[in-house]
């Protein structure tokens, strides 16, 4: 029996760096931002249905997100839209991904919107990754080509970090490199155990 962890976090938490750690520690890591390149990219499933909607969002023959950034920012329907083609093509890469690992005791689905998608009940436990706010918020603006407004944008769509931490079945502050990985590995060794047990 596979237990599907899924993993989350706001913007500048460590999400990206923690995933690293479970791929390390031998845990299949399924990755939601990644999918969504894949269906965009040339030949992806989800670049006919879209280019069928709104034809200027295809440029050589892959999804082109200004363009849809453009078409959302002047057709009130457009998200619906979009998300109606890509929010079904992600689930079944999602489950065909758990599928292909249904051997391993343990896999990752890396959701950036886990909780404001309603994802959670797609997976058998969450785990946050947190950190304090001077350090979320040095860590971001340490991005290129980031801003304070930009920042502010962001947080504004992301569910509250202390209202993940409350529903969530498990929380990783990231404050350290190492710190994180000793987490992580620790995490795996004993979900790992759980699912040798059930």
Sequence with gaps: MTLVLGLTGSIGMGKSTTAGFFREAGVPVWDADAAVHALYAKGGDAVAPLAALHPAAVVDG?????????????????????EAVVHPLVGQSRADFIAA????PLVVVDVPLLFETGGEKGVDRVLVVSAPPEVQRERVLARPGMTEAHFQTILSKQMPDAEKRARADHVIQTLGLEQTRRAVFDLVAGLSGETRDA
């Excluded at 892959?62 to 979009?82: E, M, N, Y």
Aim: proline letters at 0%.
């Design 62 to 82: 892959a999804i082109d997100r200004a363009a849809l950034r453009d078409w959302i920012a002047t057709d009130k329907s457009a998200l619906a839209q979009i």
């Design 101 to 104: 690992h249904a051997d391993k």
